[in-house]
């Protein structure tokens, strides 16, 4: 679903001054309108829909545009930015690459790359145990489905070439993840369904009531599909358009399945990983290991990497040059990687994300009390907070009040990216993994006063 674009007309609102968050001008600022037009004539409209803002600095948990603003950063760009904006270490790491004249090395050795690979196998449970770099959170999943159907040709044969995800899902925008998605619409406009992609319920407990393991089979059935058939099965940790783990006795179950069936089991932790749900990997509340992990997002704190980490067997399936990419590695997005991985570990902001959860669940369900039943459902994991605004006591999407508190709270200055989920309904709160106490209640009791305008 299009979001709404918010309107280019300057609203005078009420001036803010807090340690965290300034509000001086008018909102959007009048000087910014031209600039924000030109994106709008020059790029495809679908760029467009996030708030009005001109991103200028960053510092830790705010961002600041060029007009005397700053915002209480709720979005974390959009989940990237875990060890807080314009991290020194992160700073200077990308510096010195640069100015070694080192900004690409293609699939050459760099020291660089070795020390990443050796930092990141080192967070690995076995039999996790090989690590490959790529760009982008949705290159990554789609290396995973291409890993799981070439898995399934060589120990099934061509019919083993089913691909199970869920419904609601998001792994990316390439064609193949877009595909590997629960959203009907996103595959609509690229040939429809394809009947080696098929989607079960996500066991949320909201939309889906029974979240017990014999509906994926049930669905399974229904749709026709033989288990024999099925070369992988790939799940965010938990849904980008809610923060609800799937019950850990069904991602039990279904790694026992995965086993059964020899289908390749594959975490999306694009969102989840490295510290986000509270632990290392969103996976580890589950007590299992999966085959694949997709990752991409909070593994360089902003620049743009992602990775792959696999089992020996699924890894090395294919021969020297046949899995590659012009920018793996690159040396500045490496080293930004390794300085992200060192302060997530420094400062224990995995840690801070487990203890800051109660804080911010107590936050979700002030604002959902606060919203006179417009809010249908809230769920919170680690320093993940979703709001699903739906008609009155129904889980259908009501996008509207959503778009309303993004709109609002961006002229209060708390930052928030558009709605995002089913019928653009959901509000996601993911500040930096670097935030504290004070300044959590403080953004949090801004939304709470915003929910209660609606
Ligand atoms: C769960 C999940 N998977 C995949 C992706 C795609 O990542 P990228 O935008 O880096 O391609 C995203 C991005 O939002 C995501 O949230």
Not at 2 to 12: I, Q
Not at 249 to 268: N, P
Not at 353 to 382: D, F, N, Y
Request: glycine content about 10%; charged content about 20%; some cysteine.
């Amino acid at each position: 679903m299009a979001t709404k674009e918010f309107p280019l007309v300057p609203e005078s609102v009420t001036p803010v001054k807090t340690k965290y968050r300034t509000i001086c001008t008018q909102i959007p600022v009048p000087e910014s309108i031209k600039l924000l037009e030109k994106l709008r004539d020059l790029e495809p409209r679908s760029m467009g829909g996030q708030p009005p803002v001109i991103w200028d600095h960053g510092e830790d948990c705010t961002i600041s545009d060029p007009y005397g603003n700053k915002w209480l950063d709720f979005s974390a760009g959009v989940l990237v930015t875990s060890a807080g904006h314009g991290r020194p270490e992160i700073v200077k790491a990308i510096q010195e690459m640069a100015g070694r004249g080192m900004y690409h090395a293609y699939c050459f050795a760099t020291e660089i790359r070795v020390k990443l690979i050796e930092k990141l196998t080192r967070m690995l449970p076995a039999p996790l145990k090989r690590v490959f770099l790529l760009t982008t959170g949705s290159e990554a999943t789609e290396c995973c489905i291409k890993l799981a159907r070439t898995r399934g040709l060589q120990i099934g044969g061509a019919k083993k070439n089913v691909f199970i995800t869920f419904e609601n899902a998001f792994h990316g925008r390439t064609m193949g993840s877009q595909l590997a998605g629960g959203c009907p619409a996103l595959k609509s406009w690229i040939g429809g369904e394809d009947p080696r992609f098929v989607q079960v319920p996500f066991p949320d407990g909201f939309r889906q009531k029974d979240i017990s393991f014999g509906i994926f089979e049930e669905a399974l059935a229904e749709k026709g599909v033989n288990p024999d058939n099925l070369c992988g099965v790939m799940s965010e940790t938990y849904q980008g358009c809610n923060a609800a783990l799937m019950p850990k006795e069904y991602a039990q179950s279904l790694r026992k399945w995965c086993d059964k069936t020899k289908a390749v089991l594959i975490f999306d932790e694009i969102q989840a990983g490295f510290g986000r749900t509270g632990k290392l990997f969103g996976f580890m509340h589950y007590g299992i290991v999966p085959d694949l992990v997709a990752c991409g997002k909070g593994i360089s704190g902003g620049m743009p990497i992602a990775a792959v980490l696999g089992t020996e067997e699924l890894m090395n399936m294919y021969g020297p040059g046949e899995m590659t990419s012009t920018h793996s590695a690159n040396p500045i997005c490496a080293a930004a990687a390794l300085a992200n991985l060192e302060v997530i570990e420094k400062e224990g902001l995995v840690e801070n994300a487990a203890k800051l959860e109660p804080v911010l669940a107590e936050g979700c369900r002030r604002i959902t009390e606060a919203g006179k039943g417009r809010i249908g459902h809230w769920a919170v994991i680690g320093l993940v907070g979703a709001l699903q605004f739906t008609k009155q006591r129904t889980s259908e999407p009501d996008p509207e009040p959503a778009w309303e508190m993004v709109r609002q709270a961006v002229q209060k200055g708390v930052m928030l990216f558009a709605p995002v989920g089913v019928g653009g309904c959901a509000i996601k709160i993911n500040p930096p993994l670097t935030i504290n106490e004070e300044a959590l209640r403080e953004g949090l009791s801004v939304l709470e006063e915003v929910a209660a305008s609606l």
